[in-house]
């Protein structure tokens, strides 16, 4: 695996930073929180992860405009994408679906505290199968 980036923008919960953070740590990847670096020279990362949580059913903004400024830069990158929502199955899957349209980014996941097997990060299991995908 090349260099990765993991970017992501968090909420109030900061469960996404939670999320981002495990990941970052768990692949060696540098990690970039938007509300705090809106520049990143993504030069160097050949696979660039993005974690967002959702407000009103859209990622957050920061993210969203990150993604949009910087569509040349992010030619040619392996992209995934990780969402730290509150639903689960059907309405999850549909919520993810529309992100990842919106974003246009496809390798999409999301996360949820609710219920399901956690890690001994206390954090979702389903994050330990994502990182095995990158």
């Known amino acids: ?80 994408l990780f969402i730290t929502c509150m639903y689960n199955e059907e309405k999850g899957d549909k919520q993810r679906d529309a992100v990842a349209e919106q974003l246009g980014i496809h390798k999409v996941v999301y996360f949820n505290k609710k219920g399901g097997e956690m890690n001994s990060a206390g954090l979702p299991a389903a994050v330990d199968d994502f990182i095995a995908q990158l």
């Open 1 to 80: 695996m090349g260099s990765t980036a993991v970017i992501y923008a968090t909420g109030p919960t900061k469960n996404t930073k939670a999320v981002a953070d495990y990941i970052a740590k768990s692949i060696g990847a540098d990690v970039f929180n938007l509300k705090q670096l809106t520049k990143i020279n993504m030069t160097g990362y050949d696979t660039i992860v993005f974690g967002t949580g959702i407000h009103f059913g859209s990622p957050y903004k920061p993210l969203a405009q990150f993604i949009a400024d910087n569509q040349d830069a992010l030619a040619g990158k392996r992209l995934f």
